[in-house]
């Protein structure tokens, strides 16, 4: 059974502060999203990682993919309290199932 | 673009009713939807994948005759709850995935199901 541990479960900082999420596994992926959902909303896709190696970029928000495509990490620069959600990190095979392993979220807290 | 419609959003009702929610793309043909159930501040469980014009996949666990899949077309999937009781209270999210290797799936907004 493939999984993806996510780490940590919950963070509650300070506006300003900076973080890290890590997504882990032993299983290697075809490509890694993360997505980040509010309460009572669906999940919103921030990034698609595909390539070992891989960095992403969305404003504060960087995307790392490792080189053997089983981890990735999310770093937040100078978190706001906007950035307040549940972040998910998805692993993809390839193959025709199209299930993705889903990381148990990091529910993020950023207090002004 | 790759816009999901869930619907409806809030569903209350009496216990032994059933309830169907709806699942839409609006901008692009799924050939495959997925169904989820969510518990509050935790990850999505898959329930079943739903392909168009065949039998879902129901995860291990999940019973296909609680939980109906139809997907008659590329744009709609519908999730029927039967005869819902207060334990099937819960968050319902539905996905879709477009064609081609590494599409990610696009959700919907999630249906806020409470049994009473």
């Known amino acids: 059974t493939q999984l993806l541990e996510q780490s940590p479960q919950f963070l509650s900082i300070q506006e300003g502060e900076n973080l890290t999420v890590y997504c882990n596994s032993s299983?290697?992926?075809?490509?890694l999203q993360w997505y980040r959902q509010e309460p009572g909303e669906g999940p919103v896709l921030l990034v698609t990682v595909v390539t070992g190696g891989e960095v992403k970029k969305l404003k504060r928000l960087t995307f790392q993919f490792g080189d053997a495509r089983k981890d990735s990490s999310l770093h937040i620069t100078a978190a706001q309290p906007g950035d307040t959600g549940l972040y998910l990190c998805?692993?993809?095979?390839?193959?025709?199932?199209?299930?993705?392993?889903w990381g148990l979220g990091t529910s993020l807290a950023v207090n002004p | 673009g790759a816009v999901v419609s869930q619907h409806p959003s809030r569903v209350i009702c009496k216990s032994g009713t059933s309830v169907k929610i709806e699942c839409r793309s609006l901008?692009?043909?799924?050939?495959?939807m997925f169904w989820y159930r969510q518990f509050p501040k935790k990850s999505l469980m898959l329930m079943a994948t739903s392909n168009e014009g065949s039998k879902a996949t129901y995860e291990q666990g999940v019973e296909k005759d609680k939980f109906l899949i139809n997907h008659a077309s590329l744009t709609l999937s519908t999730l029927t709850v039967t005869s819902a009781h207060p334990e099937d209270s819960s968050f319902y999210i539905c996905?879709?995935?477009?064609?081609?290797?590494?599409?990610?799936?696009?959700f919907g907004d999630g249906t806020r199901l409470s049994i009473l």
């Open positions: 299983s290697v992926f075809s490509s």
């Open positions: 901008d692009f043909q799924a050939t495959t």
């Open positions: 998805a692993g993809a095979n390839a193959g025709n199932n199209r299930k993705l392993i």
């Open positions: 996905s879709a995935r477009e064609s081609g290797s590494n599409q990610p799936q696009h």
